[in-house]
């Protein structure tokens, strides 16, 4: 068993990155590691967006992110990023608002540390 | 305490790449990890000398990368074949780094626990 930290950088529109971030998380999560943080930084942060509008035949990320946050995955985003970038920092769905420092410390205490981009 | 390494590979005015790099290295140092930031390509000119951003409207974070010094971060590293490659020597550069070629920069990922390229 390992633990793991997750890092998201790209945005909701690179469906490829996204799809691969949730399996990646859920594998593990069935081979029984812990997963301490999903990450948003850079443009991974617009995936906390509550604005989303798709039709029934896309894929449909916000859901992607609820079946992760139901299974009591803690999903941060980079506040820091997410002001420069214009997110509204109230409205970020099953995302927590956290800082760096709080995920470098997670980051620190980790086995592996995977980015995805 | 752990060894981090911090991968830059993207120009300085590509995105905040160069910037969210500085961030994460930063903030590895406030938390007491031991974090080295390596340039290769051409994140290179990220430290070059005498540029003025202000000049086209970009805030001027040359000044902080200058404040790795302050912060005691002294593992900045760069690919010695860039810096050739973009006609720079160590005298061009705004803080003192450590020229690795490719076998050192080799020893130098495998000796970290974790590495992230921004």
Known sequence: MSRFVLSLHTPPSDHDT????????????????????????????????????????ELQIPALWQQLADQKLNLMLCVTAAEKRGLDIKNTGVF?????????????????WVQFK | MINVLVM?????????????ALDMTLIFAAVDQNVSW???GPAVLALK???????????????????LEI?????????????????????????????LNFSQQQTLIKAQQHVVNL
């Open chain 1, 18 to 57: 996204t799809q691969r971030i949730v399996k990646f998380a859920n594998a593990c999560l069935a081979q029984g590691h812990i997963i301490d943080a999903i990450f948003l930084y850079q443009q991974g942060i617009y995936h906390a967006s509550t604005h989303f509008d798709l039709s029934s035949d």
């Open chain 1, 96 to 112: 927590t608002v956290a800082g760096l420092a709080e995920f470098a410390m997670l980051a620190s205490d980790a086995d592996k």
């Open chain 2, 8 to 20: 830059s590979q993207c120009s300085p005015f590509d995105d905040l790449n160069i910037r969210d």
């Open chain 2, 38 to 40: 390596l340039f290769s």
């Open chain 2, 49 to 67: 000398k005498h540029q003025q951003p202000n000049d086209i409207g970009l805030k001027d974070f040359f000044k902080n990368i200058k404040t």
């Open chain 2, 71 to 99: 912060y005691d971060v002294e593992n900045i590293y760069v690919c010695e074949k860039s810096l050739l490659d973009y006609g720079l020597n160590k005298h061009d550069l705004l803080i003192e780094a450590k020229a």
